[in-house]
């Protein structure tokens, strides 16, 4: 086991959360500094807490940082869950500029499809071909799909409609806690939204992540749906150590 190292930073609706990462290993390298999100989550409140995250760790060297966005050559072009100003914004260079860092070093990418490459690069889906679909369930909806090893990025599927609705609004963890509702009260409306993807995609494995698959066991069971769907194994720290291996690979640029 080598002992590159690299950074990542997970943009998330409640919390910013990051650390050096074990980049061979899959794993984070030191324990994590988590920031609350700040509200509002404009983009320059969100380079701030970034930039003391990185700087905690006295860091230099190629950073990743997600965002609940759909980003293309680093900026972002989607807002669900976070400041709208979002939209438009050249984030790699946004956080480039306030880390003092060339603008080469920072690779920004979707929250999802950076939890989706840590666990096919070290997690649940590692060694898995066909289609795998990797969903994050958690303020929103996240997808990250892979064809045989290989990212489509921003897919997006969290907001596929179901039965007349945005499907996170309905099965998002964040609507779990909202209205209250226990395991087997949320596990149709996860089931009803799975169901709905898998009509059009028929993947060959989903894995479900998100804060709330550490609890995988109360509700993974209760699902009804074609696919096999298995925990990701990574957790809440997927989107770090996804960050910071595209930032290392130097992905995304
Ligand atoms: C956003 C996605 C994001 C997901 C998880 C959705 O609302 O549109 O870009 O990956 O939330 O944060």
């Known amino acids: 086991m080598g002992t590159a190292r690299g950074f990542g930073v997970d943009v998330g609706g409640s919390g910013i959360k990051g650390c050096p990462v074990d980049i061979d290993g899959g794993v984070l390298a030191e324990e994590r500094m988590r920031i609350p999100t700040p509200h509002p989550s404009t983009p320059e409140a969100v380079a701030d ?3 003391e995250i990185v700087e905690k760790f ?3 060297g190629p950073v990743g940082v997600t965002l ?3 980003v293309k050559q680093g900026t972002a072009h989607t807002a669900a869950n976070i400041d ?7 984030a790699q260079g946004l956080f480039a500029e306030r880390l003092g860092q060339d603008r080469s070093e920072v690779v920004v990418l979707n929250d999802a499809d950076a939890a989706g490459l840590a666990e096919m690069r070290s997690g649940a889906g590692a060694g898995a071909s066909g289609l795998v679909v990797v969903l994050t369930f958690g303020t929103g909806i996240g997808s990250a ?12 599927f969290g907001h596929i409609e179901v039965d007349g609705h945005d499907a996170e609004k309905q099965a998002a963890a964040s ?6 509702l226990s395991y087997p009260e949320w596990a149709p409306r996860v089931s009803r939204y799975v169901q709905a993807l898998e009509s059009f995609l028929w ?11 550490k609890k995988q066991h109360k509700w993974l069971p209760l699902l009804e749906t074609r696919t096999p769907i298995v925990p990701a194994s990574l957790k809440n720290d997927a989107g770090i150590v ?12």
């Open 84 to 90: 709208k100003s979002w939209i438009g914004t050249d």
């Open 68 to 70: 609940p966005c759909v």
């Open 49 to 51: 807490a970034v930039a």
């Open 145 to 156: 799909m892979f064809v045989d090893g290989k990212l489509v990025p921003n897919t997006e």
């Open 175 to 180: 609507v779990k806690d909202d209205l209250d």
């Open 58 to 60: 006295g860091w230099s």
């Open 203 to 213: 993947p060959d494995l989903i894995i479900a992540g998100g804060g709330v698959s």
């Open 242 to 253: 996804g960050a910071a291996a595209a930032a290392a690979a130097g992905a995304g640029n």
